[in-house]
């Protein structure tokens, strides 16, 4: 893989008059065509040539088994998300050789997408996490007796076992910035129930919200494990960008899905409506702080092993996107989707 560290031109969200004008909604060949011609130029300018990728049958059997464990309601709440959480375990974290670790992202992974359904968050309680951290509730219940959410908080306590103590603590703080991101996307800001305030003083917040609902930080530091990368010195310096590139990625790479879906709320259309431009034209300004985002975290790596993690990563988190069905891509540009079926949970 070659990611490309050539300057990209620079184009940035600022205090003077757009030019172009917001769209509210588009049709839907334009929603195609906007979205591909993002996701294409991404992809170019990243120069990322997308690998094949084997299922991994030992990794899905002890996820299926361990989620089994957890009663038929956890299970049954978990069923359609397991998949997705093995893909991403499968091509972004493929350089990890440990296999109990990639098992501790497959259930992380699988209880975070679904605590993104918001049935499944407000049946689990999240809107009164910090009331039940603080009171010792999840210590007083039984294994798999906490719903989903006491799920996630015993995955969250093995974290040290696979992963130093500063990584450690910032997952399970990456997780409560989640959760209230989560309840932060469901609130109404002001009297009119408008989300958002939709002018150019709003950027600051929306980014802000953008950084606590993608969860990015603990994906980010899942990239090195304690075992095989113990100097956490030698990457913490790139985590705020790797968190970054993360949430930029996604927001290209999902625009075309959420758009068919009638999402409107997401980070490109709230920006755009702020910046009093296009949604095309944001989005190409996105792919633009994704590429310089990418030069800035190989000059902090530098090279090494390292580095080679980052960009296994790297690679991983773009095909990730591109061979899920979930994001419908092949929709629009020459892919082949990871299937992973019902796994009998």
Known sequence: MAISSAPPRRSSVGSQAPKTTYVPNLQPKSIAAVSKRAVVILLQRLQIDVPQYTRDSELERDAVNVIREWGPDVSARLRKYLPPAIILTTTCYRHIADHDTKLLIVLFSALVISLDDPEIFDASGC???????????????????GGVLGMLM??????DHAYPAFPSSAIISAVLGFVNGCVLEQMELDSTGTAVAHCLDALPFLAYRRSMSGLADAFSYFIWTKMDYPDVARYLQAIPDISCFQNHANDVLSFYKEELAGETGNYVSDRARACGKSREATLLEIVDETVMLVTRIRRILGDGPVRDAWESFAEGWLAFHVCSPRYKLRELINCEYVVVGDLGI
Request: hydrophobic share 30%; proline share 0%.
């Open 127 to 145: 809107r009164d996490l910090h009331k039940r951290l603080c009171n010792g509730e999840f210590h007083r219940v039984r294994r798999g007796g």
């Open 154 to 159: 015993d995955v969250l306590s093995g974290m």
